[in-house]
């Protein structure tokens, strides 16, 4: 733990040696949790040269997988109550620690949290837990090199390292579509970070995004809305059920809401509208982290980077790795952001994380600032000369608008900037392991099911509908080589489970 400016003792560290380092990891969900286990394997730890502390704000550990009641501005969760994960466990799993035999291979909620709280108590990760404590505020102290840290309750810790793994799934992105904020005043739209049940949804809904949430939100709520729109930029049109389903493209204005009016990328209208629902994600917040640490602004474009970080929202940067600042105010090695890839495996991503974190917390100079600050550029040309022409097609009122059509840019760059895919996240895994000295490699059958996960999970539905799921999943995991088990029972599922009817 920290030092501390209290004179809160805690009795249970009094007959071990002083830590030399003082770890603090925020947050206590998934990544958190990994974070802490990794520490705890580390030889510094075990010898106790180092500490950690990880500070929860909730009563209890899991994140976002620990559920809540939409009643506060935002939620606590964006969890609902038919979350299923949308990646197979043993693809998502921390490499330690394997979900139980014959578990489905997408577990629903509840499952996901009693495998972390088994996690938690498998390896004693609970006593280094503090709950009910948010982190206010972090802030470099340069006189005595450490991070100045006030907790809830106004205790101040000093801390030499911060793993950084509050989640980025709780603070609601909502569009700056035209007229969505006149819908917004009359309540006629909600995130779906608020939503809970489909039977609360009734009347004529639209549902604005295509990632997961939004397929779920647009698949449950049909039995019980009157009609669903389900608007997904560059989708075709399409209508189901008679119309009462339907596929439309982006939403390009909000007309009238008495009249519940809206008007799609094509050119065509709907009209009648009761309820929009907004599945279209979420902002990379870190309230405990200000200025002059960290700008809450969009980046300048680069070249030069900037001197100091920054948070767009939509991305951090720079960071070298994914994970470390590439600023000079304080020492890139003294703070790590973990989990900030988008569409990945997060379990074991953030495993391999922390331990390029401590790594560099060990030694910065194993850190290459120069070669780090070349990968960011070359990924930064690679964003910018790809997507110019996409963003301009789809701002077209900015060409007559040199300064909105740059800025419409940056903010593209910063919102691809962590949506890594199937191949990418995988990459970015080995180049990790290497970076730490291990031989393992992401094995090819993970980095190929990872890619059939969709049509995976189907299949896994199908067998579900009609009532195999249990006879398929019987024994599975219980062998002696419990991920060679999983793996072929995946391929198995691709290969000889029935199609549903989203599968033909």
């Not at 705890?40 to 502390?53: I, L, M, R, S």
């Not at 009238?256 to 209208?269: L, P, Q």
Request: glycine share 8%; proline share 9%; net charge negative.
């Amino acid at each position: 733990m920290g030092s501390s400016s209290s004179s809160r003792t805690d009795a249970q560290d009094a007959p071990r040696q002083q830590p030399e380092k003082n770890i603090c990891v925020i947050g206590a969900g998934p990544s958190g949790l990994g974070a802490v286990k990794i520490i705890k394997d580390a030889p510094e730890f075990k010898a106790g040269k180092w500490a950690v502390t990880a500070f929860e704000a909730r009563e209890k550990l899991g994140g976002v997988w620990n559920p809540a009641p939409a009643d506060v501005d935002p939620p606590l969760t964006a969890l609902y109550d038919s979350l299923t994960t949308n990646t197979p466990h043993p693809l998502m799993s921390y490499t330690s620690y394997p979900f139980p035999p014959e578990t489905p291979l997408y577990p629903p909620a509840g499952v996901v949290l009693t495998y972390l709280q088994d996690y938690a108590k498998e390896f004693d990760l609970l006593p280094h837990i503090r709950f009910n404590t948010a982190v206010l505020s972090a802030h470099w102290n340069a006189a005595v090199q450490r991070w100045d840290v006030v907790v809830q309750g106004e205790e101040h810790l000093q801390f030499d390292l911060i793993l950084v793994a509050n989640g980025h799934y709780r603070v609601p992105r909502i569009p700056d579509t035209k007229g969505l904020d006149a819908w917004r005043s009359q309540g006629k739209v909600t995130h779906s970070v608020w939503y809970r049940r489909p039977e609360d949804y009734t009347g004529k809904l639209l549902v604005v995004g295509g990632g997961y949430s939004g397929m779920d939100v647009a698949s449950e709520t049909r039995p019980f809305a009157t009609g669903v729109i389900h608007s997904i930029t560059g989708a075709a049109p399409e209508d189901h059920d008679g119309g009462k389903f339907k596929k439309r493209g982006r939403v390009v204005e909000y007309l009238n809401a008495a009249e519940g009016k809206v008007v799609f990328e094509d050119g065509t209208t709907e009209s009648g509208i009761d309820h929009v629902v907004l599945a279209t994600g979420y902002q990379f917040n870190f309230p405990f982290l200000s200025s002059p640490e960290v700008e809450s602004a969009l980046p300048p474009q680069i070249p030069p980077f900037p001197e100091v970080l920054y948070n767009s929202t939509y991305h951090i940067f720079p960071l070298g790795k994914h994970l470390f600042p590439l600023v000079t105010s304080y020492p890139p090695s003294s703070i790590a952001f973990l989990g900030l890839p988008l569409r990945v495996a997060p379990l074991p991503l953030t495993e391999i994380q922390t331990q390029v974190a401590l790594k560099v917390f060990a030694d910065p100079s194993s850190l290459d600032l120069a070669r780090e600050a070349d990968a960011l550029r070359a990924r930064y040309d690679a964003f910018r000369t790809s997507l110019a022409s996409k963003t301009a097609s789809l701002n077209p009122s900015a060409a007559s608008d040199p300064a909105s059509e740059a800025r419409a840019l940056e903010v593209a760059i910063a919102d691809a900037w962590f949506r890594f895919g199937f191949t990418e996240q995988f990459d970015y895994r080995d180049e990790l392991y290497e970076f730490v000295g291990t031989a393992y490699r992401v094995p090819t059958w993970e980095r190929e099911l990872f890619e059939e996960k969709d049509l995976l999970r189907e299949k896994c539905r199908e067998l579900d509908r009609r009532g195999l799921a249990a006879e398929w999943l019987r024994g599975v995991g219980a062998g002696t080589d419990p991920v060679q088990e999983w793996a072929d029972f995946m391929w198995k599922v691709l290969k000889e489970a029935p199609a549903g009817p989203d599968s033909e």
